[in-house]
Protein backbone atom coordinates (compact mmCIF):
# COMPACT_ATOMS: atom_id res chain seq x y z
CA UNK A 1 0.00 0.00 0.00
CA UNK A 2 1.56 3.50 -0.67
CA UNK A 3 2.28 5.83 1.66
CA UNK A 4 -0.10 9.03 2.70
CA UNK A 5 1.03 12.11 0.70
CA UNK A 6 0.54 14.74 3.45
CA UNK A 7 1.71 18.37 3.26
CA UNK A 8 5.03 19.43 5.00
CA UNK A 9 4.67 19.19 8.70
CA UNK A 10 3.08 22.27 10.22
CA UNK A 11 0.70 23.55 6.56
CA UNK A 12 -2.37 22.43 5.72
CA UNK A 13 -4.67 21.70 2.57
CA UNK A 14 -7.71 22.85 1.93
CA UNK A 15 -10.84 21.25 0.65
CA UNK A 16 -13.04 23.43 -1.54
CA UNK A 17 -15.44 24.25 1.60
CA UNK A 18 -13.15 24.72 3.61
CA UNK A 19 -11.49 27.18 1.23
CA UNK A 20 -14.99 28.76 1.24
CA UNK A 21 -15.60 29.21 4.43
CA UNK A 22 -12.12 30.31 5.22
CA UNK A 23 -12.57 33.02 2.07
CA UNK A 24 -15.87 34.61 3.63
CA UNK A 25 -14.35 34.79 7.24
CA UNK A 26 -11.81 36.49 5.52
CA UNK A 27 -14.20 38.97 3.20
CA UNK A 28 -16.16 40.14 6.71
CA UNK A 29 -12.50 40.78 8.11
CA UNK A 30 -11.69 43.44 5.13
CA UNK A 31 -14.81 44.89 5.05
CA UNK A 32 -14.87 45.96 8.43
CA UNK A 33 -11.28 47.37 8.33
CA UNK A 34 -11.98 49.13 5.24
CA UNK A 35 -14.94 50.62 6.74
CA UNK A 36 -12.76 51.76 9.11
CA UNK A 37 -10.37 53.73 6.58
CA UNK A 38 -7.46 51.05 6.35
CA UNK A 39 -6.17 50.28 2.50
CA UNK A 40 -5.01 46.98 2.09
CA UNK A 41 -1.30 46.32 0.32
CA UNK A 42 0.71 43.71 -0.37
CA UNK A 43 4.07 42.76 0.36
CA UNK A 44 6.53 39.89 -0.58
CA UNK A 45 6.61 36.30 1.20
CA UNK A 46 10.52 36.95 1.28
CA UNK A 47 12.55 39.42 2.26
CA UNK A 48 16.24 39.76 2.42
CA UNK A 49 17.70 37.65 5.25
CA UNK A 50 19.73 40.15 7.17
CA UNK A 51 16.71 42.52 7.43
CA UNK A 52 14.68 39.25 8.76
CA UNK A 53 17.83 39.26 11.11
CA UNK A 54 18.02 42.40 12.23
CA UNK A 55 16.91 42.32 15.90
CA UNK A 56 13.56 43.66 14.92
CA UNK A 57 11.26 40.22 15.33
CA UNK A 58 12.11 39.10 18.99
CA UNK A 59 12.18 35.05 19.04
CA UNK A 60 10.35 34.74 15.96
CA UNK A 61 13.86 35.17 13.71
CA UNK A 62 15.26 32.47 15.40
CA UNK A 63 12.12 30.50 13.42
CA UNK A 64 12.80 32.18 10.06
CA UNK A 65 12.90 29.79 7.20
CA UNK A 66 16.06 30.60 5.57
CA UNK A 67 16.40 30.69 1.83
CA UNK A 68 20.45 29.33 0.24
CA UNK A 69 22.00 31.80 -1.97
CA UNK A 70 21.87 30.11 -5.91
CA UNK A 71 24.69 28.35 -6.90
CA UNK A 72 26.36 26.97 -3.24
CA UNK A 73 29.40 25.47 -4.23
CA UNK A 74 30.87 22.29 -1.06
CA UNK A 75 33.42 24.74 -0.41
CA UNK A 76 30.71 27.44 0.50
CA UNK A 77 28.94 25.05 2.74
CA UNK A 78 32.55 24.25 4.83
CA UNK A 79 33.49 27.85 4.90
CA UNK A 80 30.01 28.89 6.54
CA UNK A 81 30.35 30.25 10.04
CA UNK A 82 26.46 29.56 10.57
CA UNK A 83 23.60 28.34 8.63
CA UNK A 84 22.98 32.31 7.95
CA UNK A 85 25.78 32.75 6.16
CA UNK A 86 24.07 30.40 2.96
CA UNK A 87 21.18 32.51 3.07
CA UNK A 88 20.19 35.57 1.61
CA UNK A 89 16.60 35.65 1.46
CA UNK A 90 14.33 34.51 4.31
CA UNK A 91 10.30 34.02 4.46
CA UNK A 92 8.47 36.33 6.42
CA UNK A 93 7.89 35.08 10.18
CA UNK A 94 5.74 37.77 10.18
CA UNK A 95 4.04 41.21 8.49
CA UNK A 96 4.96 43.93 11.16
CA UNK A 97 8.84 43.54 9.81
CA UNK A 98 7.81 43.36 5.96
CA UNK A 99 5.70 46.62 6.46
CA UNK A 100 8.40 48.83 8.15
CA UNK A 101 10.33 47.81 5.24
CA UNK A 102 7.38 49.02 2.45
CA UNK A 103 6.88 52.34 4.05
CA UNK A 104 10.87 52.51 4.46
CA UNK A 105 10.55 52.45 0.49
CA UNK A 106 7.39 54.11 -0.33
CA UNK A 107 6.92 56.55 2.08
CA UNK A 108 6.38 59.55 -0.61
CA UNK A 109 3.66 57.76 -1.83
CA UNK A 110 1.36 57.77 0.90
CA UNK A 111 -0.31 59.71 3.31
CA UNK A 112 1.30 61.75 6.47
CA UNK A 113 -0.52 58.99 8.36
CA UNK A 114 -0.74 55.49 6.78
CA UNK A 115 -3.67 52.94 7.52
CA UNK A 116 -2.73 49.78 5.93
CA UNK A 117 -4.55 46.42 6.08
CA UNK A 118 -2.42 43.38 5.56
CA UNK A 119 -3.92 39.86 5.43
CA UNK A 120 -1.49 37.46 3.82
CA UNK A 121 0.75 34.00 5.08
CA UNK A 122 3.85 34.03 7.18
CA UNK A 123 6.05 31.19 7.83
CA UNK A 124 7.46 29.87 11.38
CA UNK A 125 9.14 26.83 12.04
CA UNK A 126 6.82 26.02 15.00
CA UNK A 127 6.66 22.45 16.51
CA UNK A 128 3.43 22.03 15.27
CA UNK A 129 0.45 21.62 17.91
CA UNK A 130 -3.25 22.67 18.33
CA UNK A 131 -4.10 26.17 16.75
CA UNK A 132 0.11 26.70 16.20
CA UNK A 133 1.00 25.74 12.34
CA UNK A 134 4.09 26.80 10.58
CA UNK A 135 2.52 28.22 7.75
CA UNK A 136 -0.60 30.46 9.09
CA UNK A 137 -2.59 33.46 7.62
CA UNK A 138 -2.19 36.96 9.86
CA UNK A 139 -4.72 40.09 9.92
CA UNK A 140 -2.90 43.22 10.55
CA UNK A 141 -3.99 47.03 10.68
CA UNK A 142 -1.49 49.43 11.32
CA UNK A 143 -1.09 53.13 11.60
CA UNK A 144 2.22 54.75 10.72
CA UNK A 145 2.81 58.71 11.35
CA UNK A 146 0.44 59.41 14.54
CA UNK A 147 2.30 59.60 17.72
CA UNK A 148 -0.57 60.30 19.53
CA UNK A 149 -3.03 57.84 21.59
CA UNK A 150 -5.54 58.18 18.37
CA UNK A 151 -3.55 55.30 16.59
CA UNK A 152 -4.86 53.05 19.55
CA UNK A 153 -8.30 54.33 19.93
CA UNK A 154 -8.96 53.81 16.05
CA UNK A 155 -6.93 49.91 16.71
CA UNK A 156 -9.10 48.74 18.90
CA UNK A 157 -12.35 50.40 17.80
CA UNK A 158 -11.67 48.67 14.57
CA UNK A 159 -10.67 45.01 15.87
CA UNK A 160 -13.52 45.00 18.43
CA UNK A 161 -16.04 45.86 15.33
CA UNK A 162 -14.63 43.12 13.29
CA UNK A 163 -14.71 40.83 16.49
CA UNK A 164 -18.57 41.80 16.07
CA UNK A 165 -19.16 41.65 12.64
CA UNK A 166 -17.29 38.08 13.02
CA UNK A 167 -20.38 37.32 16.00
CA UNK A 168 -17.69 36.43 18.43
CA UNK A 169 -19.00 37.53 21.41
CA UNK A 170 -17.78 37.38 25.57
CA UNK A 171 -13.83 38.92 23.85
CA UNK A 172 -11.95 41.36 26.04
CA UNK A 173 -8.80 42.98 25.15
CA UNK A 174 -6.30 42.74 27.77
CA UNK A 175 -4.51 46.13 27.72
CA UNK A 176 -0.85 47.44 29.17
CA UNK A 177 2.50 49.30 28.18
CA UNK A 178 5.56 48.81 27.72
CA UNK A 179 6.29 51.90 29.85
CA UNK A 180 4.45 51.01 33.30
CA UNK A 181 5.91 47.55 33.16
CA UNK A 182 9.92 48.89 32.81
CA UNK A 183 8.42 51.62 35.93
CA UNK A 184 7.28 48.93 37.74
CA UNK A 185 10.66 47.37 37.21
CA UNK A 186 12.17 50.48 38.35
CA UNK A 187 10.11 50.38 41.71
CA UNK A 188 10.78 47.27 42.59
CA UNK A 189 14.67 47.86 42.27
CA UNK A 190 15.48 45.39 39.42
CA UNK A 191 18.78 46.54 37.30
CA UNK A 192 18.53 47.97 33.86
CA UNK A 193 20.24 45.01 32.68
CA UNK A 194 17.91 42.73 34.39
CA UNK A 195 14.79 44.13 32.49
CA UNK A 196 14.53 42.54 29.73
CA UNK A 197 15.24 38.90 30.93
CA UNK A 198 12.65 39.45 34.35
CA UNK A 199 9.59 40.40 30.95
CA UNK A 200 10.83 37.42 29.80
CA UNK A 201 10.18 35.82 33.28
CA UNK A 202 6.98 37.46 33.84
CA UNK A 203 5.92 36.51 30.38
CA UNK A 204 5.69 32.88 31.58
CA UNK A 205 2.97 33.86 34.46
CA UNK A 206 -0.16 32.32 32.66
CA UNK A 207 2.06 29.15 32.56
CA UNK A 208 3.84 29.06 35.87
CA UNK A 209 1.84 30.85 38.04
CA UNK A 210 3.47 33.16 40.27
CA UNK A 211 5.29 31.03 42.64
CA UNK A 212 6.84 29.78 39.36
CA UNK A 213 8.10 33.20 38.26
CA UNK A 214 9.78 34.04 41.78
CA UNK A 215 11.64 30.96 41.63
CA UNK A 216 12.52 31.19 38.24
CA UNK A 217 13.92 35.23 39.27
CA UNK A 218 15.63 33.48 42.40
CA UNK A 219 17.82 30.68 39.87
CA UNK A 220 18.40 32.94 37.58
CA UNK A 221 20.40 35.02 40.33
CA UNK A 222 18.51 38.46 40.04
CA UNK A 223 18.58 41.57 42.62
CA UNK A 224 17.33 39.24 45.93
CA UNK A 225 15.63 42.49 46.81
CA UNK A 226 14.03 43.52 43.66
CA UNK A 227 12.35 39.59 43.97
CA UNK A 228 11.19 40.05 47.26
CA UNK A 229 9.67 43.32 46.16
CA UNK A 230 7.66 41.36 42.83
CA UNK A 231 6.77 38.52 45.44
CA UNK A 232 5.06 40.99 48.15
CA UNK A 233 3.05 42.69 45.40
CA UNK A 234 1.87 39.26 43.92
CA UNK A 235 0.66 38.40 47.54
CA UNK A 236 -1.29 42.22 48.12
CA UNK A 237 -4.60 41.88 48.62
CA UNK A 238 -6.79 42.03 45.89
CA UNK A 239 -10.03 44.23 45.17
CA UNK A 240 -13.29 43.74 46.16
CA UNK A 241 -14.81 43.79 42.79
CA UNK A 242 -12.93 44.97 39.45
CA UNK A 243 -13.01 48.45 38.64
CA UNK A 244 -14.13 50.29 35.54
CA UNK A 245 -11.23 50.76 33.26
CA UNK A 246 -9.80 53.65 34.01
CA UNK A 247 -7.21 55.78 35.57
CA UNK A 248 -8.26 54.75 39.38
CA UNK A 249 -8.67 51.06 38.21
CA UNK A 250 -4.96 51.41 36.42
CA UNK A 251 -3.38 53.16 39.57
CA UNK A 252 -4.58 51.03 42.08
CA UNK A 253 -3.12 47.80 40.32
CA UNK A 254 0.45 49.15 40.16
CA UNK A 255 2.64 49.74 42.71
CA UNK A 256 3.14 53.62 44.03
CA UNK A 257 5.71 55.33 42.08
CA UNK A 258 4.86 54.61 38.38
CA UNK A 259 4.23 57.33 35.79
CA UNK A 260 1.06 59.08 36.32
CA UNK A 261 1.40 60.61 32.75
CA UNK A 262 1.61 57.08 31.33
CA UNK A 263 -1.13 55.87 33.47
CA UNK A 264 -3.87 58.65 32.20
CA UNK A 265 -2.47 58.66 28.73
CA UNK A 266 -3.76 54.63 28.98
CA UNK A 267 -6.92 55.67 30.16
CA UNK A 268 -7.13 58.17 27.86
CA UNK A 269 -7.42 55.64 25.17
CA UNK A 270 -9.72 53.47 27.05
CA UNK A 271 -12.13 56.70 27.68
CA UNK A 272 -12.49 56.78 23.92
CA UNK A 273 -13.16 53.49 22.88
CA UNK A 274 -15.51 53.28 25.51
CA UNK A 275 -17.00 56.19 23.91
CA UNK A 276 -17.14 54.76 20.80
CA UNK A 277 -18.56 51.16 21.65
CA UNK A 278 -21.71 53.25 22.73
CA UNK A 279 -22.16 55.41 19.97
CA UNK A 280 -22.55 52.59 17.96
CA UNK A 281 -24.52 50.80 21.00
CA UNK A 282 -22.16 47.72 21.90
CA UNK A 283 -23.29 45.67 24.91
CA UNK A 284 -19.67 45.43 26.07
CA UNK A 285 -18.87 49.03 26.35
CA UNK A 286 -18.26 48.54 29.69
CA UNK A 287 -16.31 45.26 29.91
CA UNK A 288 -14.60 45.18 26.78
CA UNK A 289 -10.71 46.17 28.08
CA UNK A 290 -9.15 45.04 30.70
CA UNK A 291 -6.00 46.65 32.26
CA UNK A 292 -3.49 43.56 33.02
CA UNK A 293 -0.24 44.90 34.48
CA UNK A 294 1.50 41.40 33.67
CA UNK A 295 0.59 41.39 30.04
CA UNK A 296 3.67 41.66 28.68
CA UNK A 297 3.92 40.82 24.94
CA UNK A 298 7.43 38.84 23.56
CA UNK A 299 8.75 41.55 21.53
CA UNK A 300 10.80 43.10 22.81
CA UNK A 301 10.30 46.36 19.71
CA UNK A 302 7.46 47.78 21.49
CA UNK A 303 7.55 51.18 23.30
CA UNK A 304 3.95 52.10 24.23
CA UNK A 305 0.94 50.59 24.71
CA UNK A 306 0.47 46.65 24.25
CA UNK A 307 -2.88 44.76 23.60
CA UNK A 308 -3.76 41.41 23.34
CA UNK A 309 -7.33 39.42 22.88
CA UNK A 310 -8.95 36.95 24.90
CA UNK A 311 -11.79 34.44 24.50
CA UNK A 312 -13.27 32.49 27.44
CA UNK A 313 -13.36 29.39 25.18
CA UNK A 314 -9.51 29.39 24.26
CA UNK A 315 -6.58 29.23 26.87
CA UNK A 316 -4.28 31.22 24.31
CA UNK A 317 -4.80 34.91 22.55
CA UNK A 318 -6.52 35.55 19.43
CA UNK A 319 -4.55 38.10 18.81
CA UNK A 320 -2.33 41.61 19.92
CA UNK A 321 -0.26 44.42 19.07
CA UNK A 322 1.25 47.58 20.52
CA UNK A 323 3.27 50.58 19.42
CA UNK A 324 6.65 49.93 17.96
CA UNK A 325 7.99 53.39 17.16
CA UNK A 326 11.81 52.32 17.34
CA UNK A 327 10.84 49.73 13.77
CA UNK A 328 10.35 52.07 10.56
CA UNK A 329 13.91 54.31 11.78
CA UNK A 330 16.05 51.42 11.27
CA UNK A 331 15.27 51.93 7.50
CA UNK A 332 14.48 55.45 7.49
CA UNK A 333 16.92 56.83 9.71
CA UNK A 334 14.70 59.28 11.18
CA UNK A 335 11.82 58.37 13.94
CA UNK A 336 8.36 57.26 12.59
CA UNK A 337 5.15 56.46 15.07
CA UNK A 338 3.84 53.45 14.58
CA UNK A 339 1.14 50.79 16.15
CA UNK A 340 0.02 47.92 14.92
CA UNK A 341 -3.08 45.15 15.94
CA UNK A 342 -2.39 41.51 14.22
CA UNK A 343 -5.49 39.52 14.64
CA UNK A 344 -4.17 35.64 14.63
CA UNK A 345 -7.03 33.79 11.62
CA UNK A 346 -6.38 30.28 11.95
CA UNK A 347 -7.08 30.60 15.75
CA UNK A 348 -10.23 33.00 14.83
CA UNK A 349 -11.59 30.89 12.08
CA UNK A 350 -12.88 28.04 14.44
CA UNK A 351 -14.71 30.20 15.78
CA UNK A 352 -16.81 31.92 13.98
CA UNK A 353 -20.26 30.43 12.35
CA UNK A 354 -20.46 32.71 9.16
CA UNK A 355 -24.07 31.50 7.32
CA UNK A 356 -22.45 30.58 3.43
CA UNK A 357 -23.66 33.26 1.20
CA UNK A 358 -26.04 32.09 -1.49
CA UNK A 359 -25.61 32.41 -5.17
CA UNK A 360 -27.62 34.87 -6.83
CA UNK A 361 -27.65 31.94 -9.07
CA UNK A 362 -25.86 28.84 -9.71
CA UNK A 363 -26.78 26.07 -11.98
CA UNK A 364 -25.09 22.64 -12.63
CA UNK A 365 -25.39 21.21 -15.89
CA UNK A 366 -25.79 17.27 -15.77
CA UNK A 367 -24.79 15.37 -18.77
CA UNK A 368 -24.41 12.28 -20.06
CA UNK A 369 -21.37 10.66 -21.97
CA UNK A 370 -22.84 11.20 -25.15
CA UNK A 371 -23.33 15.02 -25.55
CA UNK A 372 -21.15 16.79 -27.62
CA UNK A 373 -18.01 19.16 -26.10
CA UNK A 374 -18.57 21.88 -27.86
CA UNK A 375 -22.32 21.61 -26.99
CA UNK A 376 -21.82 21.47 -23.16
CA UNK A 377 -19.20 24.08 -23.57
CA UNK A 378 -21.62 26.56 -25.72
CA UNK A 379 -24.88 25.77 -22.90
CA UNK A 380 -22.08 27.01 -20.30
CA UNK A 381 -20.37 29.95 -22.00
CA UNK A 382 -24.49 31.34 -22.62
CA UNK A 383 -25.28 30.81 -18.81
CA UNK A 384 -22.50 32.17 -17.51
CA UNK A 385 -23.06 35.69 -20.14
CA UNK A 386 -26.62 35.92 -18.26
CA UNK A 387 -24.64 35.88 -15.05
CA UNK A 388 -25.14 32.50 -13.79
CA UNK A 389 -22.32 30.28 -12.32
CA UNK A 390 -22.19 27.02 -13.68
CA UNK A 391 -21.04 23.68 -13.58
CA UNK A 392 -20.93 21.14 -15.35
CA UNK A 393 -21.13 17.58 -14.24
CA UNK A 394 -21.52 14.09 -15.46
CA UNK A 395 -24.48 12.40 -14.65
CA UNK A 396 -23.86 9.97 -11.69
CA UNK A 397 -26.15 6.50 -11.08
CA UNK A 398 -27.08 7.86 -7.47
CA UNK A 399 -28.88 11.38 -8.72
CA UNK A 400 -30.44 12.53 -5.61
CA UNK A 401 -26.80 12.10 -3.88
CA UNK A 402 -24.95 13.84 -6.45
CA UNK A 403 -28.08 16.78 -6.21
CA UNK A 404 -27.80 16.79 -2.75
CA UNK A 405 -23.88 17.52 -3.07
CA UNK A 406 -24.73 20.35 -5.49
CA UNK A 407 -27.36 22.15 -3.01
CA UNK A 408 -24.31 21.82 -0.33
CA UNK A 409 -21.99 23.24 -2.67
CA UNK A 410 -23.69 26.76 -3.10
CA UNK A 411 -25.92 25.49 -6.41
CA UNK A 412 -29.55 26.88 -6.58
CA UNK A 413 -30.71 25.13 -10.27
CA UNK A 414 -29.83 21.92 -12.60
CA UNK A 415 -30.99 20.84 -15.70
CA UNK A 416 -30.17 17.67 -17.58
CA UNK A 417 -28.25 17.68 -20.99
CA UNK A 418 -29.14 15.46 -23.38
CA UNK A 419 -28.18 15.82 -27.40
CA UNK A 420 -31.50 17.03 -28.08
CA UNK A 421 -30.45 20.40 -26.52
CA UNK A 422 -29.59 23.14 -28.73
CA UNK A 423 -29.81 25.96 -27.18
CA UNK A 424 -29.89 27.49 -23.49
CA UNK A 425 -33.75 27.74 -24.22
CA UNK A 426 -34.14 24.12 -24.27
CA UNK A 427 -32.39 23.55 -21.31
CA UNK A 428 -35.45 22.23 -18.12
CA UNK A 429 -34.26 24.28 -15.13
CA UNK A 430 -35.08 22.85 -11.54
CA UNK A 431 -34.61 24.28 -8.62
CA UNK A 432 -32.31 22.44 -5.81
CA UNK A 433 -34.19 24.34 -3.12
CA UNK A 434 -37.41 22.86 -3.09
Not at 239 to 261: C, K, Q, R
Not at 382 to 398: D, S, Y
Not at 415 to 432: C, N
Request: charged fraction near 25%; aromatic fraction near 8%.
Amino acid sequence: MASPVNPPRGMRDFLPSDKSRRERVLGVIRRTYRSHGFDEIETPVMEDSSRLHAGLGGDNEKLAFGVLKRGLTPEDFAGAKDALDLADLGLRFDLTVPLARFYASHRAELPTVFRAIQIAPVWRAERPQKGRYRQFVQCDIDIIGEAGPLAEVELLVATAATLDSLGLVGCTIRVNDRRLLIGMLEVFGFAPAEYEQVLITIDKLDKVGESGVVAELRERGTTPAAIDALEGYFARPAPDAPLPFGAESIAAALPAGVDPVVIAELASIGAAVDAARRAEGADDADSLITFDPFLVRGMGYYTGPIFEVAHPSLGYSLGGGGRYDGMIGRFLGSEVPATGFSLGFERLVDLVELEEDAEADAAALLYDAGVAPEALAALKTALIARGTRVRLARRAKNTKVQLDGLLAEGFTRYAVVTGAVTSVDDLEMRSLTA
